[in-house]
DNA sequence: ATCTCCTGTGTAAGCGCTTACATTAGCCAT
DNA sequence: ATGGCTAATGTAAGCGCTTACACAGGAGAT
C-alpha cells in the first residue's frame, strides 16, 4: 500500500528511485560510495517527495542525535546569549542542532536540566563554569556525555573547558584602577553562590588589593542581582557611607552601567568623583556616558571554540586540550584619577 | 546475552522485574493501569538500574519527541534572547525542551532551519514575524507540523500569532513626536527586507506623518544594520545633511543608543538639538543618559504566551486564537521640544 | 581463458520502544 | 456449575532508519 500524501518514509524514494533503500540512505550519508548517475536519481526522488529522514528512526538506528544541549544560567543575559548564538552558528555547519535549557544559576536545577538533555539523546553539553555538585559530574560520567565547561577555566579537574582566566583578569583591571591612584575602593558583584565566575572576580580584585597593602575589612562589598536596579541601588549604598569610595569595581558591565546610571540621576560626576569599571565588554558598555572602562571577554569566540570542541568529541577525539582565551583591558571614559581633595 | 555495563533497555528492566516489556513501558507512561504491586516492583528495577527510555525509540514508536523548536533571527539580541528565556521557561513546566536556531533574517537560511528542525521531529515551531516565501508556509502544511508566529500580527492570513501592533505602535510614538512640535523628523531603521517588524515600524510612522501633512519624500530614511555602530553613523549622515532634523525616529533601541552616542561625541545635545526616541524598550534603553523614549514591549510575556499555544496544540488544539498584546509608550529624557531657532 | 580484486548494490537483521490484540484469571449473576 | 465481564498482563508487530554481509559484474593480472 502506498502511502500516499503522509510524509514519505525511505521506502517510497527507494520504490520510485527502483533502487534499494540501503543505496537511498548511502547516497544521503556517504554520497561518495554510490554511483553518480544513482545519486542523481535518488536526489531528484529527494526533492520531488521533500523526504527527510525521520528523526527517532536515524537516531534509533545510529545511537547518535546530532543534537548538542547548552544549559546556561540565562539566555537574558547578553553575554551568554552572544556565545550561544556563536555556539549555534558553529554547530550548524556541521549539521548539529542545539538543545538549550536554563539552570537560573541553581545548581540543582542544572542537575536536573542535565538529566531532562540526557533523556533527550543529546550527543554533548555545553555547561556554564566550573562548580557543581560531584553528583552532578558523576552523573555525566556513568552516561558517558561528552562536556565542555565554558566561561571559567578549571585548573584542577581536567575537565574540557573553553574560557578565560576570570580571576586574573580582574586582578589586571583592579591593578589599572591602582594606578590611577585609587585607595577607597569599593566592589559590587553579581551573587557568587553559584556563580563560579562572579566568585573568581571578586577573588581576583581582593588579591590585588590586598597585594597592595589593602585590607579585605577596607572594602565595601555589595552582593546582589544581575540587574541595572540592582547596580543602581547597590551605588546608592555605596556612596551612602561615612567614607565614599573614589572607584568602584563591578563584577559586570550590567552591574557598571546601573551603577552609573544612579550616579547621573544623583548629580555625582563619573569619572570626576568616583571611577566605576565594568566587566565583559558587552554592548551597554559602550552606550552609557561616559562610557565603561571594562575587560573585553570574546563571548562569541568562546562560543564558537567550545563548539568545535564538542563536534571534535562526537568524532572520537576522547578529550581534546582545553582553550585558554586572554581578556583584554578597554580603557573608556569611566575610570580616571579620583578627586584631588 | 545481558548487556552487562550497558545502558540498560526496557528489556532489561522487563526481565529483572519479572514482567514483559509491555507492562514496564505502561508503568512509565500510565501507571494507572497497573497494578500497585508491580508497579512498584518495577520501579524499584528501574531505580536499580538508572533505567532512561531511550529517546529515539520513544520518539520512532510514538512518532512525538516532547521538542520544540524555535527560529529566530539572531539570539544575539536582547528582544528576542528575552522572549526566547521565557519560551523556554514555559516550555519546561511541560517537560517539553527547545531546540533553537538561528535564520540571520534570511528567509532562505530560514526555511532551510525549518527543514533541519523538521528533520528532529519537533512537536511545534516559534516563527518570528508573519512574512515568509509561500513555498516556506507550505512546507510547514504539508508536514502538518504546529506553529505559532511571533512578534507581529498577522490579519490576513489567519495563522496563530502571538504578537503587538508594530505599525499602530510606531505612529503611536510618532504622534508623540508630532505633538512636541516637530515637523523636520527623520528615521533610522533596520533593514526592512525580511523583517517584516521593522517594515511595519517605518511604514506606521510614514503614515502618521503622511497624516499630518509630511509627505514621505520630506523624511529622511536611513536603512542601516542592527548595531550601535551603524545607528551611530546613520546619526551622522542624518545630521550632514542641508537641513538637519530635529528629531529622529529609531526603529529599535540598539539604533537609538548608538545615535545617541555619536550625538554625545559630536558634542550635540540631545534633546536640546535633536529629539531621539527608539522601540522595544530593551534594558539598553535605561542606561544611556539621557535614557530613551521609546515603547515598551511585552517580549517576555509574549515568549510565554506563544509557549503556552504551541503546548495546548500538541495537545490537540487544532488552531488556538491569537494573542495580541498591547505595546506602552514610556517617557524618558531623549524626547523633548524643538529647538526654539 | 581463468582467477582475483574492486566497486556498486541489494538483502535483511536489528536498534528499543509502544500498542493493538490476545490471553488469562477472577468475579458476579444466573 | 456455567457463562459473561472486567481487569491485568503478555505477545508480537511495527515505527523508519543503518549497516554487516552477500552478491554480481567488470577490470586487470596471470
Known amino acids: 500500500m502506498k502511502n500516499a500524501s503522509q510524509t514519505p518514509t525511505i521506502d517510497d524514494v527507494a520504490r520510485l528511485a527502483g533502487v534499494s533503500t540501503a543505496t537511498v540512505s548511502r547516497c544521503l550519508n556517504e554520497p561518495e560510495k554510490v554511483l553518480e548517475a544513482t545519486r542523481l536519481k535518488v536526489r531528484e526522488v529527494v526533492n520531488e517527495l521533500g523526504y527527510a529522514p525521520n528523526f527517532g528512526a536515524q537516531a534509533l538506528a545510529t545511537n547518535r542525535t546530532n543534537i548538542v544541549g547548552a544549559i546556561i544560567p540565562t539566555m537574558d543575559n547578553a553575554i551568554f546569549a552572544r556565545g550561544l548564538q556563536a555556539f549555534q552558528e558553529t554547530l550548524a555547519t556541521d549539521g548539529v542542532t542545539l538543545l538549550v535549557s ?22 554533548g553539553l555545553l555547561l556554564i563554569g566550573r562548580e557543581r555538585p560531584p553528583k552532578t559530574y558523576s552523573f555525566l560520567r556513568e552516561r558517558g556525555i561528552p562536556f565542555v565547561l565554558a566561561w571559567s577555566i578549571d585548573r584542577q579537574s581536567g575537565n574540557t573547558h573553553v574560557g578565560f582566566d576570570n580571576q586574573a583578569a580582574a586582578s589586571n583591571i583592579t591593578e589599572k584602577v591602582l594606578e590611577f591612584g585609587h585607595r577607597r575602593i569599593a566592589m559590587i558583584s553579581a551573587e557568587r553562590e553559584g556563580n563560579d565566575r562572579a566568585a573568581d572576580r571578586v577573588a581576583g580584585a581582593f588579591q590585588c588589593l590586598a597585594a597592595a597593602g589593602i585590607a579585605a575589612s577596607d572594602i565595601d562589598l555589595v552582593e546582589c542581582a544581575y540587574t541595572l536596579d540592582a547596580g543602581a541601588s547597590a551605588f546608592s549604598q555605596l556612596m551612602g557611607a561615612s567614607k565614599r569610595p573614589t572607584a568602584i569595581i563591578c563584577g559586570n558591565d550590567v552591574l557598571a552601567a546601573g551603577a552609573l546610571g544612579e550616579a547621573l540621576r544623583r548629580g555625582i560626576d563619573v569619572p570626576g568623583e568616583v571611577s566605576i569599571v565594568g566587566f565583559d565588554d558587552i554592548d551597554l558598555a559602550r552606550a552609557t556616558a561616559p562610557q565603561l572602562t571594562t575587560v573585553h571577554v570574546p563571548h562569541r569566540r568562546m562560543g564558537s571554540a567550545a563548539a568545535k570542541l564538542l563536534l571534535a568529541m562526537r568524532k572520537g577525539a576522547a578529550k581534546p586540550r582545553s582553550i585558554v582565551f586572554d581578556t583584554e583591558l578597554v580603557m573608556r571614559g569611566s575610570l580616571d584619577r579620583p578627586p584631588a581633595d
Open 102 to 123: 536554563s539552570s537560573n544559576y541553581k545548581p540543582a536545577s542544572e542537575l536536573e536540566q542535565i538529566r531532562v538533555l540526557a533523556g533527550r539523546g543529546v550527543d
